[in-house]
């Protein structure tokens, strides 16, 4: 499978946002937005994070938009993000995207976080180079409880 990054299109965000209100993927991911199908605050958050600066990119594979990476954040500071969408996971291509971002934004350190049971992006994170270097726990609005996480980190 051909995976690769594009700046996002106006056309994406109909995707995202569907992808976005997967329950399964919801759960997963937990630490969402309190409530996905609010389409004004999509529609807020992403004119905002498109016009802050931030390194947003479609995922793209074999030509589809399959999901988005971004990397966002303070300077010293920044954190990778990306989501996928469930009927592509487990083919390699969260770990492609986000090897091609990691690419594309030199910049180290970078940071990650992950829900302690979210073995995928866990997995994903690991080969790209990221390492878990604290444990913590938040409120995950997809899960209405707080859960463990792993925060994690890439140096140079």
């Known amino acids: 499978m051909d995976v690769e ?10 995707v995202f ?12 991911a937990a630490f ?3 409530d996905p199908a609010d389409r004004d605050a999509f529609d ?32 010293g500071e920044r ?5 996928v969408d469930r009927a592509y996971w487990g083919r ?15 910049e180290r350190p970078l940071y990650a976080r992950a829900a302690a049971d979210n073995e995928g992006s866990l997995r994903v994170l690991h080969k790209c180079g990221f390492r878990v270097t604290a444990r913590a726990r938040g409120f995950a609005n997809a899960r209405g409880e707080e859960i463990d996480e792993f925060v994690l980190h890439l140096e140079g």
């Open 17 to 28: 946002y569907r992808q976005l209100n997967d329950p399964e993927a919801l759960h997963m």
């Open 5 to 14: 990054l594009r700046e996002v299109h106006d056309s994406d965000l109909p």
């Open 92 to 106: 390699g291509i969260a770990t492609a995207a986000l090897r091609g971002l990691l690419t594309e934004v030199p």
């Open 44 to 75: 807020a958050h992403w004119k905002r994070i498109r016009s802050s600066g931030d390194v947003l990119r479609t995922i793209l594979a074999d030509g589809d938009v399959v999901g988005s990476t971004a990397v966002y954040g303070e300077p």
């Open 32 to 34: 969402t937005p309190k």
């Open 79 to 83: 954190e990778v993000t990306y989501w």
